[in-house]
């Protein structure tokens, strides 16, 4: 089992910027695909960024390339999104999710899921 657990969410101005951390434990996470999603009140989850195990490989929605950008680091068992350049459309709830191989911008809902943290953006 993999427990995940986001952080560094929080009020920012439009423009501002954030970073999520996601701390994973119960057992390494270095094979394993790592993936941010946000859900807005009213709306369904959707896909924001992704990394491949080795990070080698990114996939970003089109709404957050050039903005946003995901990292890991495998030592520390943690994934991130630093997000730049905040606009009021980012507030939503956040939320990583892990699945064991390669898996390009997939995730199931059967994967491992945060239980997601707030990123506010006020004008």
């Known amino acids: 089992q993999v427990q995940l657990v986001e952080s560094g969410g929080g009020l920012v101005q439009a423009g501002g910027s954030l970073r999520l951390s996601c701390a994973a434990s119960g057992r390494t996470i270095s094979s394993y695909s790592l993936g941010w999603f946000r859900q807005a009140p009213g709306k369904a989850r959707e896909f924001v960024a992704a990394?491949?195990?080795?990070?080698?490989?990114?996939y970003y929605a089109d709404s957050v390339k050039g903005r946003f950008t995901i990292s890991r680091d495998n030592a520390e068992n943690t994934g991130y999104l630093q997000m730049n350049s905040l606009r009021l459309e980012d507030t939503a709830v956040y939320y990583c999710?892990?699945?064991?191989?390669?898996?390009?911008?997939?995730?199931?809902?059967?994967?491992?899921w945060g239980q997601g943290t707030q990123v506010t953006v006020s004008s």
């Open positions: 990394i491949s195990w080795s990070g080698g490989n990114t």
């Open positions: 999710a892990a699945r064991a191989g390669y898996s390009g911008s997939y995730f199931s809902p059967n994967d491992y």
